[in-house]
């Protein structure tokens, strides 16, 4: 006699597979990354991750969702490495993809076919704080961004899908402004007619263009200064007036005394 048993069946997936995707209603869900795994496209033998995509409502529901490393489908990767909350530069980088197993994201479901079956697949991803409240508890947005690493690689290109070429990654120092930095085109114009009255700006030049003559041609003092009139020659010095030599006085007494010879 074979003996019963109780077995719990909640979240056994239909059929036994690594994915269910049967239907479920069409909308926005909170969801996490599971697993991830290298994989080749059967179609072109293109090589591509496939990530596993549980929904949180619905746990017994695993969705498949191919990122293909091609120039033209690279648009899904960056969205679903965003959508995890990593910071995505604009340049060639080494990928880690197994950083955002056990991430929340938010998915957006659709209804589709497949073989006459009604089913439903994921059709986009985002960040999980952009849900609605109502599908999302506080509790359940995990707080910690993650930056990806910068190392250089050569076995994937940029992420971005409309991006040609390596963007630099260093950013030019602030430099200090100066008055013309605020001044529209036509005080540009006022401000070089004044300097220059002859001037006549070009469609060709650029407003940059205007303000660098600005800058490069001096301004003219307001008031001039007065030319200082010639300098007074300086007078002749009068020669100083000889002086008179002294005469002692003689007394009367003393001209008595003199001889006649003594004069």
């Known amino acids: 006699m074979v003996s019963a048993k109780t077995v719990d069946f909640s979240n056994v997936r239909d059929g036994g597979g690594r994915f269910n995707r049967n239907r479920i209603p069409a909308g926005d869900y909170l969801a996490k990354v599971i697993k991830v795994e290298d994989a080749v496209s059967k179609k072109d033998d293109t090589f591509q991750y496939l990530f596993s ?3 949180s409502s619905h746990p017994s529901r695993i969705f498949p969702y191919y ?3 091609q120039e ?10 965003v959508a995890a909350g990593m910071t ?10 197994s950083r955002i197993v056990g991430k929340l994201i938010g998915v957006t479901i659709e209804d589709a076919e497949y073989e006459g079956k009604e089913q439903s697949e994921v059709s986009g991803v985002f960040p999980a704080a952009e849900l609605a409240d109502g599908n999302l508890q506080a509790s359940d947005v995990e707080d910690d961004d993650e930056d990806v690493d910068g190392e250089a690689a050569d076995d994937l290109d940029d992420l971005d899908d409309t991006s040609s070429g390596d963007d630099d990654d260093e950013e030019e120092e602030a430099e200090t402004g100066d008055e013309y930095d605020d001044m529209d085109r036509s005080a540009l114009k006022a401000a070089l007619k004044a300097r220059n009255p002859e001037f006549v700006a070009k469609k060709s030049q650029s407003d ?5 003559m600005l800058r490069d041609t001096p301004a003219q003092a307001d008031d001039e200064e007065e030319e200082a009139p010639p300098a007074k020659p300086a007078r002749k010095a009068k020669p ?3 002086a008179k030599p002294k005469v002692d006085e003689v007394t009367d007494d003393e001209l008595d005394e003199l001889d006649i010879d003594d004069i």
């Open 53 to 55: 995509i549980q929904i």
């Open 67 to 69: 990122c293909k490393l």
């Open 72 to 81: 033209n489908q690279l648009w899904k990767l960056r969205n679903l490495l």
């Open 88 to 97: 995505v530069p604009k340049k060639r980088f080494k990928v880690d993809p």
């Open 208 to 212: 940059d263009d205007l303000r660098a």
């Open 240 to 242: 100083a007036r000889k």
